[in-house]
């Protein structure tokens, strides 16, 4: 594994180039096949229970460079829906979900999922997620209830879809596990294996962190959490670490100094992700969970570099891309056609060309990679 110093330079490389072709500093993922040895990242949703058009709640897909082309998703929250819909990729063929926890800005959009994905999926559906304090209160228990929430809409799509039907598609298998276990393997086929970890979110039992790893690249994602020891090592020699991050936020002004207190105190802090990216290192740091906007980026970035004042970090954004391989990590972003009927439907992924010469954002994407070798 290149060390990080490397890995920014070619990030950095890759980015100039592509800057220097099309005027944009963005660098377009299309959706295509990936390529074996990569684990490619999509952002669904970068933002976080305050959900607004730019920035839907927490989700990713994830997809993986082996001969299934396994498709992941980690999180559905309030809206992620909709970018999932927008990469044009088949919904049928997204059968594995993974809940770091059970707040809806992580799970929220999962009903739309369930019920999509119906139509021409083959396979049951699986849903792994943590255990709780109480059986009602896990992963087991809310899948059995959103069975329930949408008994009238799967029992009316039979008549449209299932007709005739002997497959799996309308299966759903909840994989609770224990979500106390430190490291444990919860997932292993086809070359990919995933791990969690518990963390702590408002004091609570139940949320995790994950880790992906895959032919010797690995992401690893934290859910949301105050900073915990357990992440740490779950994290430790990881490509790319994605850290749920929450700034102060205006809104928080109307509650109580203790409700403010508590909230502060179950997230990562900007100045906490800084000393939790010092320690482990990765390639690319990912503060995600934040509310980004013109006035926020320069005050999140001079938190973090508090703590970690030289590593490749990058605020995330709803659609961006991280590509992974041995060699290099890729910052992208996703393009999604320009319509969205017929794709629940669709056999193969959605292709098209990267938008014209200045054409793909006047605003020049937010694109935010600082502390690469050429930054000051
Ligand atoms: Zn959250």
Known sequence: MPPPRSAALLLLVALLARAAAT???????????????????????????????????????????????????????????????????????????????????????????????????KQPWEVWGPSAATPEL????????????????????????????????????????????VNQVVYKRNGVTIRSTPVSHYNTSGPVAYRLDFQGISFTYSGDTRPVPELTNLAKGTDVLILQNMGPIEDLAALSYESQLLINTSHITPQQAGVIFQDVKPRLGVAH???????????????????????????????????????????????????????WHAESNWQAAAPAEGAARADGGGFQAVGLPSSK
């Open 23 to 121: 005027g944009s500093p963005w660098v377009y993922s299309d959706g295509a096949p990936v390529q074996s040895n990569t684990i490619r990242i999509t952002t669904l949703g970068s933002g976080s229970p305050d959900v607004r058009k730019e920035q839907l709640a927490s989700g990713f897909l994830v997809e993986v460079g082996n001969g299934e082309q396994d498709k992941f998703i980690f999180d559905l929250g309030t809206g992620a829906f909709i970018n999932l819909w927008a990469t044009g990729v088949p919904l049928s063929t997204l059968t594995k979900v993974f809940l770091t926890h059970l707040h809806s800005d992580h799970h929220a959009d999962l009903a739309t999922l369930y019920v999509g994905a119906m139509f021409g999926r």
């Open 138 to 181: 896990g992963t087991a228990a809310a899948i059995e209830g959103l069975r329930r929430f949408m008994a009238w809409d799967t029992a009316a799509r039979r008549h449209i879809d299932l007709v005739g039907r002997k497959d799996d598609g309308d299966k759903v298998i909840a994989r609770e596990f224990d979500f106390s276990k």
């Open 289 to 343: 969970h934040l509310t980004v906007n013109a006035a926020s980026r320069a005050a999140i970035i001079e938190d973090i570099r508090e703590g970690y004042p030289k590593g490749p970090i990058i605020i995330n954004e709803d659609l961006t891309v991280y590509e992974i391989t041995k060699e290099k990590v890729e910052v992208k972003k996703r393009l999604v056609p320009p319509r969205s009927w017929g794709y």
